[in-house]
């Protein structure tokens, strides 16, 4: 007790009509890699419907031949342009965007 009869906050009857604290589950990020590289276009896809980017070029993706059809699919739903590119090395890129 405080001068005065006050609970200090740190005191055990302070805290007694406390309700116990529950956590909710946050959304985590996808753990398959196909589900991370779609979540990246539709990212890209986003970027394009709200104006923030013209283009976006994705490199780097973990299956990006596996998720080029779907990615293809989400951005004419959107009238997004979407590219597949192929570099010298190997490596596979996908473009997305303009607007069409």
């Known amino acids: ?3 005065g009869g006050a609970v ?3 005191a055990g009857g302070y805290v007694g009509g406390m309700e116990p604290i529950s956590f909710l589950p946050a959304p985590g990020a996808p753990t ?3 589900q991370q590289d779609l979540a990246e276009i539709d990212a890209a896809i986003e970027l394009i419907r709200q104006g923030i980017a013209a283009r976006v070029r994705l490199v780097g993706l973990r299956a990006p031949e596996t998720v080029a059809g779907a990615g293809l699919a989400r951005a004419q739903a959107n009238d997004v342009w979407f590219s597949v590119d192929r570099g010298a090395g190997g490596a596979i890129a996908l473009t ?3 607007r069409r």
């Open 32 to 34: 398959d890699s196909e």
């Open 8 to 10: 200090a906050s740190w």
């Open 96 to 98: 997305i965007g303009p």
């Open 1 to 3: 007790m405080i001068a």
